[in-house]
């Protein structure tokens, strides 16, 4: 006969506390104390005990996994973020699932059909284009303290968000760029309506002020995250009469775009023009020229998420509003900048 498995009796017999205190510390740990908590686990590791999900979940009534928005699971940026979900989510017991909001976009009233239909417990959102009648109806649902943006966000709506420091990493890339000597600074933006777009067009406007640089109205070309947005901004400035000698792009992919185009027309980076990316995605170090750009910790970023998520699910997050955590980047100088020829 096969050997019996032990009971949620056996691991209370062998932590000498009740039922009820084992199954709180395999649903809410958190109203335990520290001893209390380490008596249970120790007893469960010595006992052998599973946990029956399935079972679990449905008692619980709970579907036992979390929704992951992505805007485009194309673009190589996103990789390291999920990676840190993961993190964030290992040793837990819920499952995470994936969805391509960009290439399968949600219907109206599926987000919250997602938790009323008992398919998820909570969701992370990467994306920041969001409408306004969906967050509307999670929030008079009661569903904001189960949702937790990450990277992007909806301004004019409390939910809890982890952010990159987007403003601060374009006043370093402007700063770094004036420091080796250059004024004449162009700057490629995300696409209109993002807030990332925004933060980092912003912080870039205040560093070229703070530091008296001249901004002509031409070095601002709008971009959309994109490799053909490099290209696009590429042929623009190859047509200007007063071409600048360094350009801060929105994003590394913009940057490789940029680049390569210029190469293509004979323009050397960073002989002729310096160029600064922002993200750090893994490529960056090996493009050649190696990007300086402007790193986020997206792992850190992902982690902190699932994190702060399971808090809000175990009941172990801090009383009060919604968080919003920042998180800081850090300039990476590599052959992509050096002063002006």
């Known amino acids: 006969m096969p050997p019996k498995s032990a009971t949620i009796q ?3 017999q062998a932590a000498k506390v009740s039922t009820a205190t084992v199954s709180r510390a395999l649903s809410n740990p958190g109203l335990l104390s520290d001893t209390t908590r380490e008596q249970v686990l120790e007893a469960i590791r010595t006992t052998g005990y599973r946990v029956n999900h399935a079972a679990r979940n449905l008692r619980m009534q709970r579907a036992g996994a979390i929704l992951i928005l992505v805007p485009n699971l194309g673009k190589p940026f996103y990789s390291a973020i999920l990676r840190g979900i993961s993190q964030g989510f290992a040793g837990s017991d819920y499952s995470v699932l994936i969805t ?3 290439n ?7 987000l919250v059909g997602n938790f009323t239909q008992g398919r998820v417990d909570g969701v992370i959102s990467l994306d920041g284009s969001l409408t306004a009648e969906t967050l509307d109806q999670c929030r008079a649902q009661g569903l904001d303290k189960r949702i937790v943006f990450a990277c992007e966000w909806v301004d004019g709506y409390a939910f809890p968000s982890i952010q990159s420091d987007n403003r601060d990493g374009a ?3 402007i700063r770094h760029l004036a420091d080796l000597g250059h004024r004449k600074i162009a700057h490629i933006t995300g696409p209109i309506g993002n807030v990332l777009t925004a933060a980092r067009r912003d912080g870039a406007v205040e560093e070229r002020e703070r530091l008296g640089l001249p901004a002509l109205k031409e070095w601002i070309i709008r971009g959309d995250f994109s490799l053909e947005c490099g290209h696009e901004a590429a042929d623009r400035i190859l047509a200007m009469e007063d071409r600048p000698t360094a350009v801060f792009c929105s994003a590394d992919m913009v940057a490789f775009g940029l680049i390569a185009r210029l190469a293509s027309h004979g323009v050397r980076v960073p002989e002729d023009i310096s ?4 993200d750090d995605i893994d490529m960056a170090e090996s493009y050649v020229p190696a990007l300086t750009t402007i790193r986020q910790d997206r792992d850190r970023l992902g982690r902190t998420a699932a994190e702060q998520l399971l808090s809000r699910l175990n009941g172990t997050a801090p009383p009060g509003p919604p968080e919003e955590e920042l998180l800081p980047v850090e300039l990476v100088v590599r052959g992509s900048t050096a002063p002006p020829g």
């Open 100 to 102: 391509d909001t960009e």
């Open 104 to 110: 399968s976009p949600m219907a109206e009233g599926e």
């Open 275 to 278: 160029v600064v990316g922002f």
């Open 10 to 12: 056996d691991v209370a």
């Open 171 to 173: 006043r370093q890339a």
